[in-house]
């Protein structure tokens, strides 16, 4: 099994730009996450899905856009990028539950680091 | 004031020492908490795992949470060179599909 992989793995944007980030998981998950992670912030929750068809707004949703049309991808966009949008994109994945373990296993991707200049 | 509050560090130790990492928390709803290693460039793994109160043990690392004061610890007895990471907390209230990251503390165990 591969996990979960991310494409790309890098990017360079000039502003107001736009790009999409793929997020695949073979693990059968049924919910999936976007966070991006910046120096001195921590990790924040830009969007999430507890299924396929399914998203839902995290803490910093401004900017970015996503969809699930297939269970295991996670598409997240950025429709016209700006330098605050310089960042490392995290996706991840878990399988539901009501509570316990499960959910909150959360299995990371690599990460793509995208600068916007 | 933010829901997880968590020292940056970096904490520098010497190889073999304990380590203490501590997070503090506003949210008197969260139930499940969640240490999380991050190796420099990779994705966080999940570390340890605690339902409410109490402690939980896995072999050098050991998982303390007490509701009461709103504190939750990650030990690390022996350190090693190979514990050099960012450890995140991370926490969640029940019904909740979403978590909580503190921002995270670096720890440098040198040899």
């Known amino acids: 099994n591969a996990g979960v992989t991310q494409t790309p793995k890098f990017r360079v944007l000039k502003t107001g730009q736009s790009m999409t980030l793929l997020c695949a998981q073979d693990m059968n998950h049924e919910y999936m996450y976007w966070y991006r992670q910046d120096p001195g912030m921590g990790l924040r929750l830009i969007h999430y899905s507890v299924g396929e068809g399914t998203t839902a707004k995290g803490e910093v949703p401004d900017g970015y856009n996503v969809s699930r049309l297939k269970k295991q991808n996670f598409l997240l966009g950025l429709e016209s990028a700006a330098p605050s949008q310089t960042s490392v994109y995290f996706c991840?994945?878990?399988?539901?539950?009501?509570?316990?373990?499960?959910?909150?296993?959360?299995?990371f991707g690599p990460g793509t680091r995208l600068t916007v200049l | 004031q933010k829901e997880v509050e968590q020292d940056p560090g970096p904490l520098s130790v010497p190889e073999g020492a304990i380590v203490s990492l501590n997070c503090t928390y506003s949210?008197?709803?969260?139930?499940?908490f969640m240490w999380y290693r991050q190796y420099s460039r990779k994705g966080p793994e999940l570390l340890m795992y605690?339902?409410?109160?109490g402690n939980k043990e896995d072999g050098r690392f050991t998982a303390q949470v007490d509701k009461s004061s709103k504190y939750i610890s990650l030990f690390i007895r022996d350190s090693q060179p190979s514990d050099s990471a960012t450890y995140l907390c991370?926490?969640?209230?029940?019904?909740?599909?979403?978590?909580?990251f503190g921002k995270g503390t670096m720890l440098l165990v040198s040899p």
């Open positions: 949210n008197s709803a969260f139930q499940y």
């Open positions: 991840a994945s878990s399988y539901s539950n009501t509570d316990g373990l499960n959910t909150d296993t959360q299995y």
């Open positions: 991370a926490m969640r209230q029940s019904g909740y599909s979403t978590l909580t």
């Open positions: 605690t339902y409410s109160s």
